[in-house]
Protein backbone atom coordinates (compact mmCIF):
# COMPACT_ATOMS: atom_id res chain seq x y z
CA UNK A 1 0.00 0.00 0.00
CA UNK A 2 1.48 3.66 -0.63
CA UNK A 3 1.40 4.96 2.56
CA UNK A 4 0.77 8.82 3.60
CA UNK A 5 3.62 10.41 6.26
CA UNK A 6 2.43 13.45 7.44
CA UNK A 7 1.29 14.51 10.88
CA UNK A 8 0.74 12.29 13.57
CA UNK A 9 -2.75 13.11 14.17
CA UNK A 10 -3.27 12.01 10.47
CA UNK A 11 -5.02 9.09 11.06
CA UNK A 12 -4.21 5.78 9.01
CA UNK A 13 -7.26 5.91 7.64
CA UNK A 14 -6.05 8.73 5.16
CA UNK A 15 -3.18 6.30 3.54
CA UNK A 16 -5.95 4.84 1.41
CA UNK A 17 -5.96 7.94 -0.45
CA UNK A 18 -2.56 7.24 -1.97
CA UNK A 19 -4.03 3.74 -2.95
CA UNK A 20 -4.26 4.57 -6.85
CA UNK A 21 -4.36 2.32 -9.96
CA UNK A 22 -5.45 2.14 -12.93
CA UNK A 23 -6.35 0.06 -16.11
CA UNK A 24 -8.69 -0.14 -19.44
CA UNK A 25 -10.93 -2.29 -21.18
CA UNK A 26 -8.51 -5.12 -23.11
CA UNK A 27 -9.48 -3.62 -26.08
CA UNK A 28 -8.65 -0.22 -25.88
CA UNK A 29 -5.16 1.18 -27.26
CA UNK A 30 -2.35 0.36 -24.45
CA UNK A 31 -2.11 3.84 -23.48
CA UNK A 32 -5.79 4.69 -23.09
CA UNK A 33 -5.09 4.81 -19.27
CA UNK A 34 -2.79 7.44 -19.87
CA UNK A 35 -4.14 11.64 -18.67
CA UNK A 36 -5.23 13.27 -15.57
CA UNK A 37 -7.63 11.71 -13.12
CA UNK A 38 -9.60 14.05 -10.50
CA UNK A 39 -10.84 12.32 -7.46
CA UNK A 40 -14.47 12.64 -7.28
CA UNK A 41 -16.03 10.82 -3.80
CA UNK A 42 -14.23 9.07 -1.35
CA UNK A 43 -16.55 6.12 -0.14
CA UNK A 44 -19.66 7.00 -1.91
CA UNK A 45 -19.30 10.80 -0.47
CA UNK A 46 -18.99 13.47 -2.94
CA UNK A 47 -16.14 16.30 -1.98
CA UNK A 48 -15.34 17.31 0.79
CA UNK A 49 -15.54 13.97 2.04
CA UNK A 50 -15.29 13.51 5.79
CA UNK A 51 -12.89 10.23 5.98
CA UNK A 52 -12.25 10.49 9.65
CA UNK A 53 -14.07 11.92 12.57
CA UNK A 54 -13.37 11.57 16.38
CA UNK A 55 -13.85 14.31 18.68
CA UNK A 56 -12.55 16.78 18.56
CA UNK A 57 -10.97 15.48 15.39
CA UNK A 58 -12.27 15.22 12.13
CA UNK A 59 -10.54 15.04 8.67
CA UNK A 60 -11.34 16.32 5.47
CA UNK A 61 -10.64 15.09 1.90
CA UNK A 62 -11.55 18.19 -0.29
CA UNK A 63 -9.14 17.37 -3.66
CA UNK A 64 -7.29 15.24 -5.55
CA UNK A 65 -5.76 14.17 -8.40
CA UNK A 66 -3.62 11.75 -10.35
CA UNK A 67 -1.61 11.79 -13.41
CA UNK A 68 -0.24 8.57 -15.03
CA UNK A 69 1.77 9.54 -17.83
CA UNK A 70 3.07 7.41 -21.14
CA UNK A 71 6.44 7.16 -19.62
CA UNK A 72 4.68 5.23 -16.54
CA UNK A 73 5.11 7.60 -13.91
CA UNK A 74 2.46 9.36 -11.78
CA UNK A 75 2.21 11.58 -9.27
CA UNK A 76 -0.74 11.88 -6.71
CA UNK A 77 -1.74 15.12 -5.09
CA UNK A 78 -4.53 15.14 -1.83
CA UNK A 79 -5.69 18.33 -0.36
CA UNK A 80 -6.87 17.67 3.50
CA UNK A 81 -7.96 20.32 6.21
CA UNK A 82 -7.57 19.02 9.84
CA UNK A 83 -10.43 20.31 12.62
CA UNK A 84 -9.64 20.30 15.83
CA UNK A 85 -12.86 21.57 17.77
CA UNK A 86 -14.72 22.51 14.97
CA UNK A 87 -11.68 25.12 13.50
CA UNK A 88 -10.21 23.94 10.29
CA UNK A 89 -6.56 24.55 10.07
CA UNK A 90 -5.26 25.20 6.79
CA UNK A 91 -5.51 23.42 4.02
CA UNK A 92 -2.51 21.08 3.94
CA UNK A 93 -1.44 19.66 0.27
CA UNK A 94 -0.22 15.79 0.30
CA UNK A 95 1.76 14.67 -3.34
CA UNK A 96 3.64 11.58 -3.97
CA UNK A 97 5.24 10.37 -7.46
CA UNK A 98 7.09 7.30 -8.76
CA UNK A 99 6.41 4.90 -11.02
CA UNK A 100 3.34 2.57 -12.62
CA UNK A 101 2.94 -0.95 -14.61
CA UNK A 102 0.01 -2.25 -16.42
CA UNK A 103 -0.86 -6.14 -16.39
CA UNK A 104 -4.65 -6.08 -18.33
CA UNK A 105 -6.74 -4.37 -16.14
CA UNK A 106 -4.98 -3.35 -13.28
CA UNK A 107 -2.08 -0.78 -12.79
CA UNK A 108 0.35 -1.22 -9.78
CA UNK A 109 1.74 1.76 -8.42
CA UNK A 110 4.90 2.13 -6.57
CA UNK A 111 5.58 5.17 -4.78
CA UNK A 112 8.92 6.79 -4.34
CA UNK A 113 9.68 6.83 -0.43
CA UNK A 114 9.71 10.43 1.06
CA UNK A 115 8.69 11.78 4.38
CA UNK A 116 5.12 11.85 2.83
CA UNK A 117 5.03 8.58 1.23
CA UNK A 118 5.91 5.04 0.56
CA UNK A 119 4.41 1.37 -0.52
CA UNK A 120 2.42 0.19 -3.25
CA UNK A 121 -1.34 -0.62 -4.69
CA UNK A 122 -3.39 -1.69 -7.22
CA UNK A 123 -6.66 -0.44 -8.80
CA UNK A 124 -9.04 -0.33 -11.67
CA UNK A 125 -10.45 1.73 -14.60
CA UNK A 126 -13.94 1.39 -15.86
CA UNK A 127 -13.90 3.41 -18.97
CA UNK A 128 -12.58 6.88 -17.82
CA UNK A 129 -13.66 5.91 -14.07
CA UNK A 130 -10.40 4.95 -11.74
CA UNK A 131 -11.67 3.10 -8.47
CA UNK A 132 -9.66 2.43 -5.53
CA UNK A 133 -11.03 0.16 -2.99
CA UNK A 134 -9.96 -0.18 0.44
CA UNK A 135 -11.69 -2.23 3.49
CA UNK A 136 -10.71 1.01 5.74
CA UNK A 137 -12.32 3.55 3.36
CA UNK A 138 -14.14 2.35 0.96
CA UNK A 139 -13.71 3.80 -2.43
CA UNK A 140 -12.16 6.47 -3.72
CA UNK A 141 -13.26 7.84 -7.38
CA UNK A 142 -11.32 9.00 -10.01
CA UNK A 143 -12.70 10.46 -13.57
CA UNK A 144 -10.25 10.66 -15.98
CA UNK A 145 -10.28 15.05 -16.94
Known amino acids: MIRMRHHHRLPAILAALWLVGGCSDSNAPKSSHVGLYELVTVNSHAL ?36 ANSVANPPTALACTGHYSRSGNTITLTANTTDVCDGSTTATLNGSTLTISDPALGDAVFRKQ
Open 48 to 83: PATVFEQSPYRLDVTAGSLDLTASNTFMQSITVVEY
